[in-house]
């Protein structure tokens, strides 16, 4: 009698008991792959009876599990191909699909196992560090969230466009509208008021070099001899430089020419839009240069700064571009403004994009790339050895890993504030180890038969 027909049976729904069991086990484990017992009989030579059965191996089931929202912001999950790229202590590379992540005490992205997840940072040599730009590309590096505070940023420049109203009637000075303000920066004489008036104003706040708040009004008055020009001023805080106008009745029809050093015109063609000349090039905003070149901007200069600012002058003034404006008969309007300023701003949080961009959100509204997630795969993920703490470790049978950044090529996008569930379908294993168990008492069965056979044999 041979027994190692059941013998072999018997260890073979043992391993699959286990492999069963570990899946059961890790059905709640982040990110977890179910694995499966592959087996093959074993003949030997010429034989037509086979000796038994033997675990040919342990495959894995890399389909995607289900998605469930967290509402954490480090709580990421791949939704399609690819593993996070992660760093061990040591160095070693491993790969995981277990998105749930925090800050260590140095601000670098680990999972609870320790583990760093890698991808594209800054160059912390670059003298914008540590605001510089994200270098996709190269060798990924450990994801670390600096912790400064952004610095102020002075305007440069501010984008505005107006529609001012055609049909104003400029020579009716019940629609003139009146102002108080500060002629001249001079300490000697900045309690010098003096009224002005306007047919439209536009007010917005720009930043100096220290964060300081800076509110910047633009005065618009309707030229009444000339359909098609505008004259206008910019005030600092209510206050202007260099001030002049040809009457002191602010309402008076004929306060023309207004002057100073913020002032400038703006000319209309019969289209509403500004003036143009043969070569397409704006000329419709003049400052008093005299430049006739393509103007699509004013320079807005105040010599005057708070607490030690820059002032904004020289290289440092505003640009303040106003390609765009028009003049329609219509409401008086701005349409669009945009200025490049900010004040200082405290880190108050993280969000990652579904590209992998992990973006820094400061108090002032700012917000700055501190670094873009790689995500790999391989030719064959079957081929993964399993290391341990969610991970696995690349192999021959794997291939080499092909890194790229999410939502490009083959690889699924990062989800933010939520978590891969494992794939192992809990009644299916249940099922599965009901199976495995009959199989075992059936071989322990066929041991049974064979002995009473043989002691049958030896009765004789």
Do not use: C
């Not at 940023?153 to 303000?181: C, F, H, M, R």
């Not at 509110?215 to 008055?221: A, G, L, P, V």
């Not at 064959?380 to 991970?391: H, I, S, V």
């Amino acid at each position: 009698m041979s027994f190692s027909q059941a013998l072999s049976g018997l260890r073979g729904q043992a391993e699959n008991i286990k492999v069963i069991s570990n899946n059961i086990a890790n059905s709640q484990t982040v990110g977890f792959k179910g694995g499966r017992a592959s087996f093959a009989d074993i003949f030997a030579g010429a034989s037509p009876i086979g000796l038994g059965v033997r675990v040919a191996g342990i495959s894995q089931d890399f389909r995607s599990g289900d998605l469930e929202n967290t509402g954490r912001e480090l709580d990421l999950a791949i939704a399609g191909q690819g593993f996070f790229r992660m760093e061990k202590g040591n160095g070693e590379v491993v790969y995981s699909r277990n998105g749930e992540f925090n800050q260590d005490q140095d601000g670098f992205l680990v999972n609870s196992t320790g583990q760093f997840l890698t991808g594209f940072t800054m160059n912390e040599d670059d003298e914008d560090y540590p605001f510089a730009d994200v270098i996709a590309g190269g060798a990924p590096e450990r994801l670390r969230i600096p912790p400064n505070d952004i610095p102020a940023n002075a305007t440069e420049e501010v984008s505005a466009i107006y529609n001012l109203d055609a049909g104003i009637d400029a020579t009716d000075p019940n629609v003139v509208q009146v102002a108080t303000i500060f002629n001249d920066f001079d300490p000697t004489v900045v309690g010098r008021e003096q009224e002005i008036g306007y047919h439209f104003s536009s007010s917005y706040t720009a930043y100096d070099s220290l964060g300081n708040p800076r509110t910047i009004t633009t005065y618009f008055r309707k030229d009444p001899t000339a359909d098609n020009l505008w004259q206008a001023y910019v005030a600092f805080d209510g206050v202007i430089t260099g001030f002049t106008e040809s009457t002191t009745n602010p309402t008076d029809p004929v306060t023309f020419p207004i002057a100073g050093d913020n002032a400038f015109t703006l000319t209309f063609g019969s289209d509403g839009q500004l003036l143009k000349d043969a070569d397409n090039n704006i000329i419709g905003i003049n400052e008093g240069t005299g430049d006739e070149s393509d103007r699509t901007e004013i320079e807005i200069t105040e010599p005057l700064a708070l607490g030690g600012a820059a002032p904004f002058t020289g290289d440092t003034a505003i640009d303040f571009v106003l390609a765009g404006t028009t003049q329609f008969n219509n409401n008086s309007v701005q349409n669009s403004l945009d200025q490049d300023g900010y004040t200082s701003g405290t880190l108050t949080g993280l969000e990652v994009t579904d590209d992998g961009r992990v973006i820094r959100i400061f108090t002032n509204e700012e917000r700055r790339d501190a670094g873009q997630i790689v995500l790999t795969n391989f030719i064959n993920p079957e081929g993964l050895m399993p290391d341990g703490d969610n991970a696995w470790r690349q192999t021959n049978a794997s291939g080499e890993p092909v890194l790229g950044v999410a939502g490009t090529g083959v690889f699924g996008t990062v989800e933010s504030q939520t978590l891969e569930n494992s794939n192992v379908d809990l009644a299916q294993q249940l099922v599965d180890m009901i199976v495995a168990q009959r199989a075992y008492q059936a071989n322990s069965s066929s041991i049974g038969t064979q002995d009473e056979m043989l002691q049958t044999v030896i009765n004789l």
